[in-house]
């Protein structure tokens, strides 16, 4: 008799309780042992509710009506107790915030295994083997609430792993890493299916997981799988819109089509100019969240009209700590912040607010409203703006963000990709002159991400947009200037094709260049800049 499978899915589907529209749609495959399963599709198809009838999360947490089955080596979890899943099914959630809940590190990562009663030499040696393992083992005293965001996305995995699962779901692992980070992780997963796991993988960044072979790729829409079979047949079931495929592809393909519209980036930002006074200056500013450990150290610089600044750098460099200091949530220890040539510490942070919006790295810290519409009504309204303004600025906001159906639900019933739409969409409500948003395109798909980015740099109400990132796609395509931080220092800062071209200052900043850094660094004696791909298609 053969062994049954790790994982089969046959015939599922869901509805949550509160909605009328089916979640997923007569869904069916398994996944074989030493097999990494990728799954693709834009935000809001169903990947994640798919991750959760597989993990037990549904029926358990979220309530509605299934059909189908899942059977995990031929039984059905769903009558097993969480401490037989977890054993079994590892999974890592797109939001780490959702998922940590020790204070130090150890504890999170030891936490899993010391539910299951093991020994504490074990607990030890096994949480000692996860973190050495994700080489994060100099974490290992730390406190939880001060990780970056891509060190706490490690320390979840890490506590996944150390339970020593034989199936392993990730759900946007990739989110928040840095570009090296995230090539790691990567080997990893694939060393981890080279040994017999079998790996179900959902990830935006299609581009980065074919590095590692994937043997196989789900694409998925509204719900219902659209394709299933070999990497290589992906490209041709979707557009080059749908999905970030590398760069010569999208050239190649793109000359066919007619050449993208030139936008007009930043509208808002007259009188812009060198002599103008900026919009945010960094006086020397060191800050450290001990005493002892300083985080920045002196950083100088200004951010004008007309800048569209891209921040790259490693995980823990200080990024979300330097623009946090902007919008007044953190003050130096020592040298000064100034916003409009108020220093920030004589400033209240709804003060600021006006002028600087800033979007979380995280959704969970920001939404709290019954509706979407509430949440994108509260700012203009603490704002003192009119009725008819909020009206205006809400619609207009929800449509930037391809939101325009969601404005009834609850933001924190949406997905992850969706409620990052709703944190944005919120402060574009607000009209502040600057925008800055702290990895705007984690939990997004790619057409989403395009759409939404070219919308707001053509909106009139901004002076100058600044955004966190570890897509570099996105400094090149966006970005009229780079900054990359590292150690708590600015290493560089200048135009993209200067910054960018050193590939060994990047390399150091853990920064790994793509197929559009190399298609545009190619063509740069013929473009004299940088551009996106379906433009280089164009150019001869």
């Known amino acids: 008799m053969t062994n049954p499978l790790p994982l089969v ?49 549904i029926p358990r947490s979220y309530k509605g009506e299934v059909t189908g089955r899942v059977l995990v080596y031929g039984e059905e979890p769903q009558t097993w107790p969480l401490s037989r899943i977890s054993q079994k099914i590892g999974t890592v959630l797109q939001d780490p915030e959702r998922q940590i809940l020790g204070t130090k590190v150890l504890n999170e990562v030891a936490f899993g295994l010391e539910n299951l009663g093991l020994p504490r030499a074990e607990i030890y040696q096994r949480a000692d083997d996860a973190m050495r ?29 150390a339970m020593r699962p034989s199936i392993l779901l990730l759900d946007e692992p990739l989110a928040s890493l840095d570009p090296a980070s995230a090539l790691e992780t990567l080997s990893m997963v694939r060393m981890l299916a080279d040994e017999g796991m ?83 200056r960094f006086e020397d500013v060191a800050f450290g969240y001990d005493r002892d450990v300083e985080v920045l150290h002196g950083i100088n610089l200004d951010i004008r009209r007309g800048d569209v600044v891209a921040v790259l750098g490693p995980n823990g460099a200080g990024k979300t700590t330097f623009v946090k200091h902007a ?13 409009n040539g108020q220093d920030t510490k004589d400033a209240s942070v709804a003060e600021i607010a006006s002028t600087l919006g800033y979007v979380f790295q995280s959704p969970s810290h920001m939404l709290f409203a019954q509706t979407v519409y509430d949440e994108l009504a509260f700012g203009p309204k603490n704002l003192k703006h009119s009725p008819e303004e909020i009206e205006k ?49 984690a939990g997004q798909d790619y057409q989403n991400y395009m759409s939404f980015m070219d919308s707001i740099l053509q ?21 009229n200037r780079v900054i990359l931080v590292a150690n708590g220092r600015i290493e560089a800062d200048g135009k993209p094709h200067e910054v960018l071209s050193d590939l060994d200052l990047l390399k150091a900043c853990r920064v ?19 551009m996106r791909a379906e433009a280089l298609a164009h150019v001869s």
């Open 459 to 479: 909106m009139p109400g901004f002076e100058s947009i600044l955004f966190i990132t570890h897509d570099v796609d996105m400094a090149v395509i966006y970005a």
């Open 198 to 280: 079998s790996v179900v993988m959902i990830e935006h960044r299609v581009e980065d997981v074919m590095k590692v072979n994937p043997e196989r790729v789900m694409f998925m829409t509204e719900g219902e799988v659209r394709y299933l079979g070999p990497l290589d047949g992906l490209s041709k079931v979707v557009n080059y819109h749908e999905v970030k495929l590398p760069a010569e592809v999208i050239i190649a393909r793109a000359a066919q089509d007619p050449p993208p519209v030139e936008i007009d980036v930043l509208p808002g930002r007259a009188g812009a100019g060198p002599e103008s006074e900026p919009l945010v």
């Open 393 to 441: 600025e809400v619609k207009e906001a929800l449509e930037t963000v391809n939101l325009e159906e969601r404005e009834q639900d609850p933001p924190l019933a949406l997905s992850f990709g969706q409620q990052k739409r709703v944190s944005i969409a919120a402060i574009l409500a607000m009209r502040s002159r600057i925008l800055v948003m702290d990895e705007p395109t």
């Open 512 to 530: 790994v260049p793509t197929t559009l850094l190399a298609a545009n660094l190619e063509r740069l004696p013929l473009t004299g800049r940088f």
């Open 9 to 57: 899915v046959e015939n599922l589907t869901f509805r949550y309780r509160d909605r009328q529209e089916t979640a997923i749609r007569d869904i069916s495959f398994s996944a074989n042992p030493g097999e990494i399963l990728l799954v693709a599709g834009a935000s809001g198809c169903g990947k994640t509710t798919l991750i959760r009838c597989i993990n037990g999360l």
């Open 133 to 161: 393992f994700l080489n994060i083992l100099h974490l290992r005293e730390r406190e939880t609430f001060n990780l970056s965001g891509g060190e706490k996305q490690k320390v979840a995995l890490a506590g996944v792993l």
């Open 327 to 339: 919008i007044g949530l953190l003050k130096p220890k020592s040298g000064r912040v100034l916003v």
